[in-house]
């Protein structure tokens, strides 16, 4: 039976009464104590009463969502609102309102988080007597019991996906991540099906008697001629046998045979595993990205903010680069150069304009699911400048919560850079690092601004030496060192 229940109602005190009936249920069928039972009756109600008042005064549009889980010796309550905003308060966060103090009396812990654009969180714990959960096995937990048996290497094969790979892709990620991976499109077999026909997505998968237990893809966005890897994932039961390796392997074989120069990918900085991975690999950091992974919740439903990225990349064509440096930033973008072993050449900013005609000068591409927005500035002038700071305003205006600029290395001339530098600075814009192969293969100098509070900016581990003088020199282009301790590695 389900440790958990949940309910959403609109905010109209007429509809409280579906919320009483769902908590009395509950407390039954889970077998709580007569007084357990009308605590929580009356905890649970209380809370939501004083959320439909609080946040939705003479609002009956509103929603207010209610959940119950089980835990030792309690229940506990979560009621979660997007209404008007309202001060935290538990714990070290303040006083409880004296409207709670009653309810307070009756619970453990109760507090009330502020998550942003997400609402608020009102959560209590309410004790009762001889309440133990009840063990389930998750999907995933139980494919990591599964034992490979005598299962050797030499029995997978790796090939490339079609189309028809693509339910079992889809399901290979839920058996991982539940529903958690942080690209969403792939728990959507037709759409990974449509971008493997299409050849914007080059997936690879490992095959074990007909069932797909490993995959590996490069993502391939239209215009950008590096491509990003990821989507890696191997079945629990089979993991030790060399899948992974063998999956990159063809991962970039099918990228050289495709002409991309290179491939990179994202590092997350809540832990060095995976930049350990990507650097075994011949990744090399080019680029911190500040705020680049949207929040979420711990395991302990605690919320977490925006969290830093760092871009990585694995040249494939080993070339020079025709590039012109922006004067405040010369010395660290040969320093990126120089760790991904790249000679760079003057730029012939006439040939890359011409690659660029028929394209916008300035390109706009706002994501709102990761709610930011990415400008790229091929071009310069009067109108370039003007459409630049109507692409700055519409990040604002759009709530963003953080904003990157791309300046196109190879058509912008180092005075031009100069003054679209001195620009975004103007707008709290401040260096991120080095974008390879971007649009028509062209370099980029990327800076970026933050737009909300709700970014970390003190977790942030970095594994190499290289990456936290990075580090270092984003801060105190940022202002937030002491001048004079901005060197990069």
């Not at 974008?435 to 581990?461: F, K, P, T």
Request: with cysteine; hydrophobic share 40%.
């Amino acid at each position: 039976m389900a440790n958990r229940v949940r309910i959403a109602v609109g905010s109209d005190r007429r509809d409280l009464f579906l919320v009483d009936d769902l908590v009395e249920g509950f407390a039954r069928a889970r077998g709580l104590a007569d007084d357990d039972r009308g605590r929580l009756v009356e905890v649970v109600h209380r809370l939501v009463t004083w959320v439909n008042d609080s946040a939705y005064p003479n609002d009956e549009t509103g929603e207010i969502a209610v959940q119950l889980e089980l835990a030792e010796g309690a229940v506990r309550v979560l009621v979660e609102d997007w209404g008007e905003p309202l001060a935290a308060f538990g714990g070290s966060l303040g006083s409880v309102p004296e409207e709670l103090a009653s309810v307070d009396a009756l619970t453990d812990d109760l507090r009330l988080v502020n998550l942003g654009r997400d609402g608020k969180r009102l959560s209590a714990s309410v004790p009762a007597e001889g309440v133990v959960p009840e063990e389930l096995v998750a999907l995933a937990d139980f494919a990591r019991e599964a034992p490979p048996g005598d299962v050797t290497a030499d029995e997978v094969e790796i090939v490339e996906a079609g189309p028809e790979h693509a339910e079992d892709i889809s399901r290979l990620l839920y058996v991982n991540y539940g529903l958690g991976y942080g690209h969403p499109d792939f728990y959507r077999p037709r759409w990974v099906a449509e971008q493997i026909e299409s050849g914007q997505v080059f997936s690879t998968v490992a095959m074990l008697g007909g069932e797909v237990v490993g995959h590996h893809a490069m993502l391939r966005e239209e215009g950008m001629e590096a491509g990003e890897t990821g989507v890696a994932v191997v079945h629990p039961a089979y993991r030790g046998l060399g899948i992974f390796n063998r999956l990159f392997e063809r991962t970039v074989e099918r990228a050289r045979g495709a002409g991309v120069p290179s491939v990179f990918g994202r590092a997350v900085t809540s832990h060095p595993y995976s930049q350990r991975a990507e650097h075994s690999r011949g990744y090399r950091e080019t680029a911190l990205m500040l705020g680049s992974v949207p929040p979420g919740d711990s395991h302990d439903d605690e919320p977490v903010p925006r969290g830093a990225s760092l871009l990585t990349y694995l040249p494939i064509d080993l070339r020079e680069h025709p590039v012109s440096f922006p004067e405040r930033y010369r010395e660290l973008l040969a320093a990126a150069y120089a760790n991904l072993e790249l000679q760079t050449a003057e730029a012939d900013t006439a040939r890359a304009l011409a690659e660029l005609e028929g394209l916008p000068a300035i390109a706009r591409d706002r994501d709102e699911q990761r709610e930011s927005t990415v400008i790229t500035v091929g071009a310069w002038g009067e109108d370039a400048r003007a459409e630049l700071l109507d692409g700055l305003r519409d990040a604002v205006r759009h709530h963003d919560d953080v904003a990157y600029c791309d300046l196109d290395l190879e058509a912008l001339t180092a005075e031009e850079l100069d003054e679209a530098v001195e620009i975004l600075g103007n707008y709290d814009f401040f260096y991120s690092g080095l974008v390879l192969d971007g649009r028509l293969g062209h370099d980029h100098l990327r800076m970026q601004a933050i737009l909300s509070d709700n970014v970390e900016l003190e977790a942030i581990v970095l594994d190499s030496d290289y990456a936290q003088g990075l580090k270092k020199a984003i801060f105190a282009d940022r202002g937030w060192l002491p001048d004079g301790d901005a060197s990069a590695a």
